[in-house]
């Protein structure tokens, strides 16, 4: 227990290195991701949006929004 003396010692909750932002980057990120698998599953065999537009698609979600989304940190 943090004695009641001691306020120099901060409360780990008030440090945590993500904030509201990245959280919904984050979100964000997974729901872009969900729409690219929902986009290859519902597309036909060989179609345009099975072979072309869902992998963009999965990619900006993987290596973009979710990279972005753990990185960010608001200017002081």
Request: no cysteine.
């Amino acid at each position: 227990m943090i004695s009641e003396g001691n306020n120099d010692t901060k409360h780990w909750l008030s440090e945590l290195p993500f904030t509201r932002i990245n959280y919904f980057l984050f979100i964000a990120g997974l729901i872009v991701i969900i729409l690219g698998y929902v986009l290859m599953g519902t597309g036909e065999l060989n179609s345009v949006q099975a072979l072309s537009v869902s992998p963009i698609v999965l990619l900006i979600g993987y290596l973009v929004i979710i990279p972005v989304s753990i990185m960010y940190r608001k200017k002081d």
